[in-house]
């Protein structure tokens, strides 16, 4: 009884551990961008961009221009300072979408 109930929780934990290991492909500071650019950086809203498969070097640039004002959106100006410090991380990442 008490062996079985151990088997059933390490095969909960290999599995728990596993879809964490999915998700862990996500960079963490992309999780506020994927309420407007999608999950995967695809985006299903029209007036968002979708970001998947972009230049990693463009992305870069891109956030970093909106931090500094060099480029101007009312909603992605406020929304770049998220992706402080974070900036190569999330487009290495979108690049790979
Ligand atoms: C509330 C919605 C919203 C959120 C949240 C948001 N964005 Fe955006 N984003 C936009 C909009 C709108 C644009 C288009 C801006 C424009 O027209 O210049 C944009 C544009 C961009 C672009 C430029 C795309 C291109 O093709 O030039 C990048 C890169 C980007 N967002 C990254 C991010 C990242 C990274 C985050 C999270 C830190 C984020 N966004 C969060 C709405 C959002």
Known sequence: MFST???VLVVT???MSMSSMVQAGVPAAYTPC???HGATGKSAIPIYPSLAGQQAAYIVK???DFQSGAR???TMSAM???AKGHEQ???DWLATQ
Do not use: H, M, R
């Open 34 to 36: 994927s309420a407007c």
């Open 80 to 82: 770049a300072g998220l």
């Open 13 to 15: 934990a290999a599995v």
């Open 62 to 64: 891109q956030l970093k």
């Open 89 to 91: 991380e999330i487009a």
């Open 72 to 74: 101007k959106d009312p």
């Open 5 to 7: 109930t151990k088997k």
